[in-house]
């Protein structure tokens, strides 16, 4: 092989290789290119889902501006719920603690709940009217407040309701069943060993004892006296001397009004414009959880979708 042929070898490899190195240098461009349009077409889809699901602000609400400061009661009051004493208080001690507040609502849609996860909340909201008075808090009331939701409720400056919701149900009560005579014709014997003769107290399987039914009417009584003092310390004189407001029924919110159990018609926008005068509304409420609320959104936002489409029957 003479010089010229292993020239002419060696520069054919040399133009190859090249050729093969920006062939490399271009995919890795292209790849890189790749990735950054696909990041931005995320992000892109991100914020437009974040926009939809109503998780970014429309940019009215600035961290000089005094607003109105917004805690939702809703459901059950119970230890382990959303509406719990220690999320419902946290909440409320937020509000109260940002210089910005100007006026709480407190906007409550529960048939009640235990009476002492409403004492507890009833207690604190008493305490943070205290410790920040020029800072006033409302209740608002959507569908319902019966129970312990009026237990809270009448710890408010005001409440506010809508005329057709419902509130009241002052009393107590402490249901079951008794199976007894299931038990009998199934051929079924109760074996109950206590130590103490009321620890199988309204045992649901044995026959309601006199001295028990007694007793426990007696709590619930005692319970009664103690709602219905939190309830005339909370209205004071508004309150009609109407021997039924602590019966246990309910009322409209038109007639709740006339008895003094609330105030005035008005809704949470309402009492931010024309009452607290700070239309700005800043949400305070207890937290679901983002798996939960990304569920609750987004099924709402496609229930809004297929409804404009007229998928969906109302």
């Not at 808090?137 to 005329?163: H, R």
């Not at 039924?244 to 008005?266: K, M, N, P, Y």
Request: glycine letters at 10%.
């Amino acid at each position: 092989m003479n010089d010229p042929e292993i020239k002419n070898e060696s520069w054919e490899r040399n133009v190859l290789e090249n050729l093969a190195s920006a062939s490399l240098r271009e995919q890795r461009r292209a790849r890189g290119w790749g990735i950054f349009f696909k990041s931005l077409t995320f992000l892109y889809l991100f914020i437009l889902l974040f926009v939809a699901l109503g998780w970014v602000g429309d940019g009215k609400v600035r961290l000089n501006d005094k607003h109105t400061a917004l805690v939702d009661l809703r459901g059950i009051i119970m230890a382990d719920s959303v509406s719990s004493a220690d999320k419902i208080n946290a909440s409320l001690q937020s509000a109260f603690q940002d210089k910005n507040t100007k006026g709480v609502i407190l906007r409550i849609n529960s048939p009640g709940g235990s009476p002492v996860q409403s004492g507890y909340i009833n207690d604190e909201i008493r305490r943070l009217r205290a410790k920040y008075p020029e800072i006033p808090l409302y209740a608002v009331i959507s569908d319902i407040c019966a129970s312990g939701g009026y237990y809270v409720a009448a710890a408010a400056d005001k409440i506010f309701v809508d005329k057709a919701s419902l509130v009241g149900s002052i009393g107590v009560l402490m249901d079951g069943f008794g199976f007894t005579g299931t038990l009998e014709k199934l051929g079924v014997e109760r074996r109950l060993l206590t130590a103490g003769e009321n620890k199988g107290f309204l045992d649901p399987f044995t026959p309601l004892d006199p001295a028990q039914k007694a007793h426990a009417s007696t709590l619930l009584r005692e319970i009664h006296e103690q709602f219905i003092r939190v309830v005339q310390e909370g209205r004071g004189d508004r309150l009609k001397d109407a021997p039924e407001i602590f019966s246990g029924i309910v009322w409209t919110g038109q007639r709740s009004i006339d008895l003094g159990l609330a105030d005035e018609i008005g809704s949470a926008e309402y009492v931010a414009r024309e009452v607290i005068k700070a239309e700005a509304v800043v949400d305070f409420s207890p937290s679901e959880g983002l798996a939960d609320l990304f569920t609750k959104r987004f099924g709402q936002v496609i229930a809004n979708v297929l409804a404009d489409s007229g998928w969906l029957i109302r």
